[in-house]
């Protein structure tokens, strides 16, 4: 399984991502945006794509979904509760569903709410363990729940489904976010040096060349995984006097600070 980050160079940032089996050719396109894009990687790599899998239903993960079906017959997959969200899906997922494609491509499905209500992510199930997190989980943090999501919700997500994914499960976000959420990171916790030494090194990449990071990496500079930090906790009690030290009540309040950061 071989997995290519496509940047769109809008103003949002976007990351589409082809994952293809390389010894068919076949490919998965997730999150389709810009099709001109989508099309000229696929075709320079020799790809055929067959199928469509949009992690959640905003307007800039499926808005290629018509442009990808006309030129390659692809099939839609998406969430079970985005199917009256998004056109012509041809098949709904649930948490557990595996999606394949050629013989190297082997997908498990997590049903992922927080960031909306009908998310998902997917994760590799053969070859280097890679996780596909749409608008879930962005380098150095988390999606926010303002359009149709709940941070409760995306407190349980991190928790008990992503944080338990093995250390070194590489990360593919849908968006471009790794530097501003570095210094976010660090507004929250100014001694972590993993992320001070990790935005020195970014600053210096194009969004095409980011670094990709791990679950491991995630642990050590994401403030929400972070959720028992002293340091963290004592800037949240700047913003929230009556903060409490659970983790759930810091998560909670990250994300509140994160929304008008």
Request: charged residues 20%; proline residues 4%; negative net charge.
């Given at each position: ?10 103003t949002l940032r976007n990351y ?26 696929a075709n320079r790599l020799g ?32 969430h079970n509760n985005a199917v ?178």
């Amino acid at each position: 399984m071989n997995i290519v980050r496509i940047y769109m160079g809008n103003t949002l940032r976007n990351y589409c991502h082809l994952i293809a089996c390389e010894e068919t050719g076949e490919a998965i396109i997730v999150d389709p945006l810009d099709v001109k894009k989508c099309l000229a990687e696929a075709n320079r790599l020799g790809l055929s794509i067959t199928t469509i899998v949009n992690t959640h239903e905003h307007f800039d993960h499926i808005e290629g979904n018509p442009g990808i079906v006309e030129a390659t017959g692809a099939k839609i997959l998406a969430h079970n509760n985005a199917v009256n969200r998004i056109p012509n899906v041809d098949q709904g997922l649930s948490a557990g569903d595996i999606i394949t494609v050629g013989n190297t491509v082997r997908l498990r499905v997590l049903d992922t709410p927080g960031h909306t209500m009908a998310h998902v992510c997917l994760v590799s199930e053969i070859g280097a363990p890679a996780l596909i997190c749409g608008d879930t989980l962005f380098n150095a943090s988390a999606g926010n729940c303002l359009y149709g999501g709940n941070v409760h919700d995306m407190y349980q997500t991190f928790v008990h489904q992503l944080a338990q994914l093995p250390d070194n499960t590489a990360v593919y976000p849908g968006h471009d976010y790794i530097e501003n959420n570095l210094r976010f990171s660090l507004s929250v916790e100014a001694n972590n040096h993993v992320t001070q030494a990790l935005l020195a090194k970014v600053e210096k990449q194009s969004p095409e060349q980011r670094q990709i990071t791990t679950i491991a990496i995630e642990k050590s500079i994401n403030p929400f995984f972070r959720l028992d930090n002293e340091e963290i906790i004592a800037a949240l009690k700047q913003h929230f006097p009556t903060q409490k030290d659970d983790p759930e009540s810091v998560f909670t309040h990250l994300r509140a600070i994160r929304d008008r950061w």
